[in-house]
Protein backbone atom coordinates (compact mmCIF):
# COMPACT_ATOMS: atom_id res chain seq x y z
CA UNK A 1 0.00 0.00 0.00
CA UNK A 2 1.43 3.77 -0.56
CA UNK A 3 0.78 6.78 1.10
CA UNK A 4 0.65 9.69 -0.53
CA UNK A 5 4.01 11.12 -0.47
CA UNK A 6 4.84 7.34 -2.57
CA UNK A 7 6.69 5.87 -0.18
CA UNK A 8 5.87 1.89 0.00
CA UNK A 9 5.08 0.64 4.11
CA UNK A 10 6.35 3.86 5.66
CA UNK A 11 4.48 4.04 8.63
CA UNK A 12 4.53 7.65 10.56
CA UNK A 13 6.77 6.77 13.04
CA UNK A 14 5.62 8.19 16.53
CA UNK A 15 8.07 8.66 19.28
CA UNK A 16 7.73 8.21 22.85
CA UNK A 17 6.91 10.89 25.54
CA UNK A 18 10.32 11.66 27.20
CA UNK A 19 10.78 11.09 30.39
CA UNK A 20 11.63 13.91 32.93
CA UNK A 21 13.35 12.88 36.39
CA UNK A 22 11.72 15.41 39.11
CA UNK A 23 14.32 16.11 41.39
CA UNK A 24 12.69 14.55 45.08
CA UNK A 25 11.03 17.51 46.94
CA UNK A 26 11.96 18.22 50.85
CA UNK A 27 9.02 16.14 51.89
CA UNK A 28 10.07 13.14 50.36
CA UNK A 29 13.98 13.42 52.05
CA UNK A 30 12.72 13.20 55.03
CA UNK A 31 10.42 10.77 54.54
CA UNK A 32 12.64 8.50 53.18
CA UNK A 33 14.99 9.33 56.82
CA UNK A 34 12.42 8.75 58.82
CA UNK A 35 12.06 5.31 56.88
CA UNK A 36 15.49 4.32 57.54
CA UNK A 37 15.13 5.71 61.32
CA UNK A 38 12.58 3.77 62.44
CA UNK A 39 13.94 0.74 60.62
CA UNK A 40 16.75 0.92 62.40
CA UNK A 41 14.93 1.41 65.87
CA UNK A 42 13.15 -1.32 65.17
CA UNK A 43 16.56 -3.70 64.32
CA UNK A 44 18.15 -2.39 67.48
CA UNK A 45 15.03 -3.18 70.18
CA UNK A 46 14.65 -6.42 68.50
CA UNK A 47 18.80 -6.80 69.33
CA UNK A 48 18.71 -5.42 72.82
CA UNK A 49 15.57 -7.82 74.13
CA UNK A 50 17.36 -10.23 72.52
CA UNK A 51 21.03 -10.34 74.55
CA UNK A 52 18.38 -8.96 77.69
CA UNK A 53 16.89 -12.22 77.28
CA UNK A 54 20.63 -14.35 76.62
CA UNK A 55 21.92 -12.76 79.81
CA UNK A 56 18.85 -13.12 82.04
CA UNK A 57 18.86 -16.98 81.36
CA UNK A 58 22.57 -18.02 81.03
CA UNK A 59 24.82 -15.27 82.78
CA UNK A 60 23.76 -17.00 86.31
CA UNK A 61 25.53 -19.17 88.99
CA UNK A 62 23.87 -21.82 90.99
CA UNK A 63 23.41 -21.41 95.01
CA UNK A 64 22.70 -24.87 96.50
CA UNK A 65 21.09 -24.95 100.09
CA UNK A 66 21.74 -27.86 102.04
CA UNK A 67 20.26 -28.58 105.31
CA UNK A 68 22.15 -31.00 107.50
CA UNK A 69 18.40 -32.96 108.16
CA UNK A 70 15.82 -33.61 106.47
CA UNK A 71 13.06 -31.43 105.69
CA UNK A 72 9.59 -30.90 103.85
CA UNK A 73 9.69 -27.90 103.29
CA UNK A 74 12.22 -25.49 102.77
CA UNK A 75 11.50 -21.24 102.18
CA UNK A 76 14.45 -19.25 101.00
CA UNK A 77 14.09 -15.31 101.26
CA UNK A 78 17.30 -13.78 98.48
CA UNK A 79 17.94 -10.26 99.19
CA UNK A 80 20.39 -8.38 96.64
CA UNK A 81 22.35 -5.14 97.58
CA UNK A 82 19.71 -3.08 96.26
CA UNK A 83 17.14 -4.07 98.52
CA UNK A 84 15.10 -6.45 96.15
CA UNK A 85 13.61 -9.26 97.68
CA UNK A 86 12.51 -12.77 96.34
CA UNK A 87 11.02 -15.65 97.76
CA UNK A 88 11.81 -19.52 96.36
CA UNK A 89 10.52 -22.50 97.83
CA UNK A 90 13.40 -24.95 96.94
CA UNK A 91 17.25 -25.94 97.72
CA UNK A 92 18.42 -25.51 94.56
CA UNK A 93 18.32 -21.33 92.88
CA UNK A 94 19.71 -19.90 89.74
CA UNK A 95 20.91 -16.45 90.18
CA UNK A 96 22.69 -13.51 88.62
CA UNK A 97 26.45 -12.94 89.60
CA UNK A 98 26.64 -10.74 92.67
CA UNK A 99 26.85 -10.44 96.66
CA UNK A 100 22.99 -11.64 98.27
CA UNK A 101 21.68 -12.15 101.46
CA UNK A 102 19.86 -15.05 101.93
CA UNK A 103 17.08 -15.94 104.59
CA UNK A 104 16.75 -19.96 104.94
CA UNK A 105 13.55 -21.13 106.56
CA UNK A 106 13.28 -24.77 106.66
CA UNK A 107 9.84 -26.74 107.52
CA UNK A 108 8.76 -23.00 108.95
CA UNK A 109 11.30 -23.46 111.66
CA UNK A 110 13.45 -20.36 113.05
CA UNK A 111 15.12 -18.25 110.07
CA UNK A 112 18.77 -18.43 109.95
CA UNK A 113 20.90 -15.38 107.94
CA UNK A 114 23.44 -16.23 105.67
CA UNK A 115 25.77 -14.41 102.88
CA UNK A 116 26.12 -15.49 99.57
CA UNK A 117 28.78 -14.42 96.82
CA UNK A 118 27.52 -15.94 93.41
CA UNK A 119 29.91 -16.23 90.24
CA UNK A 120 29.44 -17.05 87.13
CA UNK A 121 28.74 -20.58 86.58
CA UNK A 122 30.05 -22.06 89.56
CA UNK A 123 27.90 -23.53 92.24
CA UNK A 124 27.39 -22.06 95.94
CA UNK A 125 26.92 -24.49 98.57
CA UNK A 126 25.17 -23.14 101.93
CA UNK A 127 25.08 -26.18 104.50
CA UNK A 128 21.97 -24.92 107.14
CA UNK A 129 21.86 -26.43 110.58
CA UNK A 130 18.05 -27.47 111.21
CA UNK A 131 16.95 -26.10 114.35
CA UNK A 132 14.41 -28.50 115.59
CA UNK A 133 11.14 -28.03 118.13
CA UNK A 134 11.03 -23.91 117.30
CA UNK A 135 8.20 -22.27 115.74
CA UNK A 136 8.86 -19.44 113.78
CA UNK A 137 7.82 -15.65 115.00
CA UNK A 138 7.11 -16.96 118.52
CA UNK A 139 3.73 -18.40 117.99
CA UNK A 140 2.40 -21.00 120.12
CA UNK A 141 1.44 -24.58 118.96
CA UNK A 142 -2.34 -24.69 117.62
CA UNK A 143 -2.41 -27.66 119.63
CA UNK A 144 -2.41 -25.34 122.98
CA UNK A 145 -4.99 -22.92 121.19
CA UNK A 146 -7.79 -25.62 120.96
CA UNK A 147 -9.05 -25.81 124.25
CA UNK A 148 -9.39 -21.89 124.86
CA UNK A 149 -12.65 -20.11 123.54
CA UNK A 150 -12.18 -16.72 121.67
CA UNK A 151 -13.20 -13.65 123.88
CA UNK A 152 -17.20 -11.95 121.96
CA UNK A 153 -16.84 -8.76 120.86
CA UNK A 154 -19.61 -6.41 120.70
CA UNK A 155 -20.32 -7.23 117.18
CA UNK A 156 -19.92 -10.74 117.29
CA UNK A 157 -23.80 -10.91 118.12
CA UNK A 158 -23.91 -14.92 116.73
CA UNK A 159 -21.89 -16.38 119.47
CA UNK A 160 -22.79 -17.19 123.10
CA UNK A 161 -21.81 -15.26 126.02
CA UNK A 162 -20.36 -18.16 128.21
CA UNK A 163 -19.07 -20.90 125.62
CA UNK A 164 -18.67 -19.08 122.41
CA UNK A 165 -20.82 -21.91 120.90
CA UNK A 166 -24.18 -20.11 120.10
CA UNK A 167 -25.16 -19.89 116.47
Same mark, same amino acid.
Given at each position: ?21 ? *???? @?? %? ?13 ? $? ?5 ? !? @?????? !? ?6 ? #? ?10 ? @???? #? ?15 ? #? ?13 ? $?????? !?? *????? +? ?11 ? +? ?10 ? %????? !? ?10
Amino acid at each position: MQDSSGVMGNQSQVSPPAVTIK *EKTR @VD %RVHSYLGIVSTTIGI $CGAVGTG !F @VWLAAN !FYTGDVII #RPDKQVNMLAVK @VFDA #RGQQATYYTNQIQLMPG #RYHLEVSPDNGLSQH $CDAVVK !FR *ETTLL +PVAVIAGAKADGQ +PSTDSLAGKTKP %RRWWQ !FWRGKDDGSRL
